[in-house]
């Protein structure tokens, strides 16, 4: 089902036939390791939690590195093509999968409890329901908000889909970067939220504040005014036009990085309390701006209008993630 509604999503991005058909076989065998996916991120969300972020790495820097040296294997000696791509990460995502649920019940095994644990408890899965859904909508729907302003981008031609290609890697490692140090926050809140002890999360928020300001700052600074070199390493043959486009992009969205950063770790902290409803709110008011404004702004402005639309949402949603934050009750953090 997946892999036919991935289908339909990219016919509508305009996506050539060859590519398409690659696309779907891609899936076709990716989607059958999403149990595996599933599992290992539970068992890295206890690591998390447990205040080990030292295991998940190893478990993701092993099977990242396996997965290339399969895909090398698979495409070069087997001549698998593209299901060979698809079977090696298939393949390195059940390996660490089965790895990472081992050495969860090991360290299990370790914590002494003063009664036998419920094998199933329906108040925990309650609890649990009410912080995933919620998080499983964000995710789903910043999905399928970025497919709409892909196909919007794509109608501007190649040369515009290879510029903002090359721009968006160098912006999605700063923005990776930021949301995993959210992560971070999120998992102190929620240890201190359950110890009582909310002033370490007051503390804790402005250590992650200033932390993921130290990260951007410097980033802003080098996509600002170095961005035309950094933009060359992703294009193949970079045009004019392309290269322009990339440079475009990094000038109006990296100086705004620092906003970003101060509403990840804000989010942190909402996500860590279980304030999803106000986490959410913050969310979807950044997609919705994005989206609408993509859509409204490229009519008349062109593809600008679409790199412009991206500021305003991070402004709206670090406004609006500000203002949760600020108006908790701490005295009433359980309400």
């Known amino acids: 089902v ?19 058909a690659d696309s779907r076989l891609y899936l076709d065998i990716y989607i059958l390791g999403l149990p595996f996916v599933f599992y290992y991120n539970i068992a890295t969300g206890i690591f998390s939690a447990l205040g080990d972020s030292k295991t998940p790495f190893l478990f993701l820097a092993c099977s990242s590195l396996s997965n290339i040296g399969m895909d090398i294997i698979f495409v070069t000696l087997f001549k698998m093509g593209v299901a060979g791509v698809a079977w090696a990460t298939f393949l ?10 081992l050495f969860v019940f090991r360290r299990f095994n370790k914590i002494k409890t003063e009664e036998r644990p419920k094998l199933f408890s329906r108040r925990l899965l309650a609890k649990i329901t ?14 399928v908000g970025n497919i709409i302003i892909q196909g919007i981008i794509n109608s501007f031609g190649s040369a515009v ?16 970067s930021l ?11 929620a240890q201190n939220y359950g110890a009582g002890k909310t002033n370490r999360i007051k503390e804790g928020w402005r250590s992650g504040v200033g932390l993921v300001l130290l990260i951007s700052i410097p980033f802003s600074l080098i996509y600002f005014f170095a961005g035309k ?3 060359y390493i992703f294009l ?19 100086p705004f990085y620092i906003l970003i950063a101060a509403k990840l770790a804000t989010d942190g902290v909402l996500r860590g309390l279980g304030k999803m409803n106000r986490f959410m709110a913050a ?11 993509a859509v409204l702004l490229s009519k008349s402005m062109g593809a600008t209008g679409i790199w412009l639309a991206w500021p305003i949402g991070w402004c709206a949603a670090t406004l609006l993630s500000l203002i949760f934050y600020k108006t908790l009750k701490w005295n009433k953090i359980s309400d």
């Open 229 to 231: 070199y950094l933009v």
């Open 283 to 293: 969310t979807f008011t950044d997609l919705a701006l994005r989206v609408i404004l």
């Open 130 to 143: 009410v912080i995933a859904v919620p998080s499983i909508l964000q995710q789903s729907f910043v999905s």
């Open 92 to 101: 390195c995502q059940g390996v660490s999968c089965i790895l990472a649920l």
């Open 236 to 254: 193949n043959n970079p045009s004019g036009t392309a290269m322009q486009v990339g440079v475009e992009i990094l000038r109006i969205i990296a």
């Open 161 to 176: 889909m290879a510029g903002y290609s090359a721009s968006i890697k160098l912006n999605n490692l700063v923005i990776t």
């Open 2 to 20: 997946g892999a036919i509604f991935c289908t339909d999503l990219l016919h509508i991005i305009h996506t050539p036939e060859n590519v398409l």
């Open 179 to 189: 949301a995993t140090i959210g992560n971070g926050i999120s998992n102190f809140t």
